[in-house]
């Protein structure tokens, strides 16, 4: 799957690692949530072991990485989205140990 950093590399690899992960899947391009500021393209949506359903949704961004003032209204448009679903977690995490948080 064609990953956009390292973040995502390693973010990767810890999902195919992890015993609590029993399925994730890079979100495609075209996977846009519509915000008063342009659309948004979450990355990674997660199921976790004996679940059916997915809960998570996840935006990586490594520790202390500055973010542009767009990218973070965006990361706040998709929380206010993801709130409206019950059986959906949003979150902004820099590892898969962040999901357990």
């Not at 690899?13 to 979450?42: A, M, Q, V």
């Not at 973010?67 to 993801?82: D, M, N, V, Y």
Request: glycine share 6%; with cysteine.
């Amino acid at each position: 799957m064609p990953l956009d950093s390292g973040v995502e590399n390693q973010f990767a690899r810890d999902c195919e690692s992890s015993e609590d992960i029993e399925f994730y899947f890079k979100l495609p391009f075209w996977f846009k949530i519509p915000t008063p500021i342009g659309t948004y393209n979450p990355d990674w949506a997660i199921v976790f072991q004996g679940e059916k359903k997915i809960y998570f949704v996840a935006e990586t961004k490594s520790s202390g990485q500055e973010l542009r003032g767009s990218e973070k209204l965006k990361i706040e448009c998709g929380k206010a989205h993801f709130r409206n679903f019950d059986d959906v977690n949003y979150r902004r995490v820099t590892s898969v140990t962040d999901l357990n948080n």
